[in-house]
């Protein structure tokens, strides 16, 4: 598939998506310096979160409301208050696409309701993201669908069951360009519950590309999902953890992103193809072979023995299995040292 005239798949090396999140930390300039970072380290895409804090929750300090997990980054925050703190202002999105543009960088959004979707339409945004809490939100996906714009839909959390019905809503809607995203939805994820593997089992199930939403720490897990076959690879960006921010601790710095860019390109460029017998780059290296060699002079007539005949480097004799048979031949030329054996000089 394509978003704008980059072309995502296999053939070519993975489209790395530089998340944005709440990490401008209410800063319009922050927001586009984040955008400045992830053009300079390589980022093919940045992509925003488009909500406000009413179209997400109820503004209620209730159970349910309030996230009371003792393991999470947010344990006693309010949704609502959360939220208002996280969204990115929508005067805010045309300046920053903008931005993006000038450096040649898609810009993009996650929208979690209709009216998002719409707003995203009037600025033609090329692609939109489902996120994974909202994978099994139909209507938004019908809605999303409808643009006809390429989807990238993060599965976390989502069982095989309820992937394959936003899929095929997806398509009944009219998507035809989509990339299901690998991800586990805790923050930060840890390696050990990443569980790479599934990345060809979805491809194979649901016939599209697959890539990785990754919030591990590092690039440890994407270089790996390339491995896999990941096409597509999202972080969470930022300009300094230490900044702070309601998504910094699980966020990429530009060296880190920088990095990420270089070592996934690297580990899309080693996959290649099954190739046995060397490549053409290895041709060169043929002559360190070892090979049969005569280890000191030989007059006409002698035999070959263990103490005349070696097996050494480099590669322009007879190759080392025929070390046996040779053994015992008496040659039909005198040889000096040195010379590396060929089936013309024996008998």
Partial sequence: MKIGQREIGRDHR??????????????????????DAAAASGADAIKLQTYTAET?????????????????????????????????????????????????????????DETAVDFLESLDVPAYKIA?????DLPLVR??????????????????????????????HGCNDLVLLKCTSTY??????????TIPHLREAFGCEVGLSDHTMG?????????????????????????????????????????????????WQAMGSVTYGGTAAE??????????????DIAEGEPLTAENLRIVRPGFGLPPKYFDVMLGKRVNQPLRAGTPLAWAHVA
Avoid at 14 to 21: C, D, F, L, R, T
Avoid at 283 to 296: E, F, I, N, P
């Fill in 143 to 172: 809605k999303v669908a409808a643009t006809g714009k390429p989807m990238i839909i993060s599965t976390g959390m989502a069982s095989l069951a309820e992937i394959d019905e936003t899929v095929r809503t997806a398509r009944a």
């Fill in 188 to 197: 930060p994820a840890t390696p050990g519950n990443t569980n790479l593997r």
């Fill in 14 to 35: 993975p489209y790395v998506i530089a998340e944005m999140s709440g990490n401008h930390n209410q800063s319009l300039d922050r927001a586009l310096a984040i955008v």
């Fill in 56 to 112: 997400m929750t109820l503004d209620l300090d209730a159970p349910g409301f309030v996230i009371d997990d003792a393991a999470s980054l947010w344990r006693g925050r309010q949704l609502f208050d959360l939220y208002r703190e996280a969204h990115t202002p929508w005067d805010w999105h045309r300046p920053i696409i903008e931005r993006a543009a000038s450096h040649g960088l898609h810009c993009f959004s996650t929208p979690f």
């Fill in 219 to 267: 690039c440890g897990a994407a270089v790996a999902a390339v491995a896999l076959g990941a096409v597509v690879v999202e972080k969470h960006f930022t300009l300094r953890r230490a900044d702070g921010g309601v998504d910094s601790t699980f966020s990429l710095e530009p060296e880190e992103l920088q990095q990420l860019r270089t070592e996934t390109e690297r580990a």
């Fill in 283 to 296: 041709d060169a290296s043929r002559k360190h072979r070892r090979t049969l060699y005569v280890a000191r």
């Fill in 132 to 136: 994974s809490f909202e994978c099994t």
